[in-house]
């Protein structure tokens, strides 16, 4: 297994890999996630890709994608409440399920992890929905711990 910096010629490789995570999401939340066709997910990516603040690595195996990792880094001003703050936030990470437990989510997660080191980052946040226990797992297993929670009431 291989592992790159992804390009916009790859969008279609990242949404068809999005794909895995995104029907899990879609049965999970219909109310909140919605289909979405592969042209749509690969323009997506294509945008995503094309900004400076965007970065994205892809897993090749065999000869053909297993997974990815897309991250934003922010920066943000100090404020009366906050302190400046420069981040790195993984956004989605997707790897083949007849991939997974093969160290494909961890090496993906190692070159996001040193691209925010070389940007200056020591801060690498991300958001994972409740329900995602074994990517909860891996991330813990990666040193991420829990630090904020968010609560929803949804109406009967």
């Not at 020591?122 to 297993?141: G, K, Y």
Request: aromatic share 12%; net charge positive.
């Amino acid at each position: 297994m291989t592992v790159r910096r992804a390009v916009g010629g790859d969008a279609h490789a990242l949404a068809a890999l999005n794909r895995f995570v995104h029907e899990t999401h879609l049965a999970r939340r219909p109310d909140y996630f919605k289909p979405v066709r592969a042209d749509e997910a690969a323009a997506w990516f294509r945008e995503r890709l094309e900004e400076r603040t965007t970065a994205a690595w892809i897993a090749e195996a065999e000869g053909r994608p297993v997974g990815y990792v897309l991250t934003f880094f922010h920066e943000r001003g100090e404020n009366a409440f906050r302190r400046p703050r420069r981040w790195c936030e993984i956004d989605q990470i997707a790897v083949d399920p007849v991939w997974r437990r093969r160290g494909v989510g961890r090496a993906l997660m190692a070159a996001a992890l040193a691209e925010a080191g070389s940007r200056g980052m020591q801060n690498i946040e991300l958001f994972s929905w409740a329900f995602n226990t074994d990517a909860h797992a891996m991330f813990q297993r990666l040193g991420f711990e829990p630090r904020m929670l968010r609560f929803e009431r949804r109406a009967p």
